[in-house]
């Protein structure tokens, strides 16, 4: 099975700040990586898949790079509305999910 | 729009079956575009995959739930099913059942997700 990992495993950001999170897997996955976002109480918000393609309706504020093992979420400029815990998984095999990165004040 | 609602028993006791269903509009369980999955979430804590069945009736599950768990579909209702038995307080977690696109073979994620059902294990 491939593992993914996830750093940092939180953060503390401001309003306008720049936000880059880390997810690698354990063997190659080519751009099979997705991205989720999640708030409290809420079912995760698929946010990027292949790696770097933009779900539809989701801000261009977000963006996502990499390939192989080693892959990016990028927030370029962060909004109160960004505050939540954030997701990689990849779609190579079997659907397994980053531990998750969360991201607040 | 494509939605997703789960449904089943919040309270299990340990060494029972735990036993949700999820029901489907604005799309088909017989699609052959997607797999149908169950996510499930312990309090606190991040997503583990389940396991997803496909509109043929294929499975795949989590190695590490996979003598427990069955995943079904019902055509006739537009639905699938998990079933996960001998459950313990571990298997205590909201369950989200999601639908795992592709578009042309190239697969694009989970873009529709049920509002997530809490089930306790608990005697």
């Known amino acids: 099975d491939i593992q993914m990992t996830q750093s940092p495993s939180s953060l503390s950001a401001s309003v306008g700040d720049r936000v880059t999170i880390t997810c690698r897997a354990s063997?190659?996955?080519?751009?099979?990586l997705n991205w989720y976002q999640q708030k409290p109480g809420k079912a995760p918000k698929l946010l990027i898949y292949g790696a770097s393609t933009l779900q539809s309706g989701v801000p261009s504020r977000f963006s996502g790079s990499g390939s192989g093992t080693d892959f990016t979420l990028t927030i370029s400029s962060l909004q109160p509305e960004d505050f939540a815990t954030y997701y990689c998984q990849q779609s190579y095999s079997s659907p397994f999910f980053g531990p998750g990165t969360t991201v607040d004040i | 729009q494509v939605q997703l609602q789960e449904s089943g028993p919040g309270l299990v006791k340990p060494s029972e079956t735990l036993s949700l269903t999820c029901s489907i509009s604005?799309?088909?369980?017989?699609?052959?575009?997607?797999?149908w999955s169950w996510i499930r979430q312990p309090p606190g804590k991040g997503l583990e995959w389940v396991g997803h069945v496909y509109h043929s009736g294929s499975t795949n599950y989590n190695p590490s739930l996979t003598s427990r768990v069955t995943i079904s579909l019902d055509t006739s209702k537009n639905q699938f099913s998990l079933k996960l038995n001998s459950v313990t307080a571990a298997d205590t977690a909201v369950y989200y059942c999601?639908?795992?696109?592709?578009?042309?073979?190239?697969?694009?994620?989970?873009?529709?997700w049920g509002q997530g059902k809490l089930v306790i294990v608990s005697s």
């Open positions: 604005g799309a088909s369980v017989t699609s052959n575009t997607c797999y």
């Open positions: 063997q190659s996955i080519s751009d099979y």
């Open positions: 999601a639908r795992d696109m592709y578009v042309e073979t190239v697969p694009i994620g989970f873009d529709y």
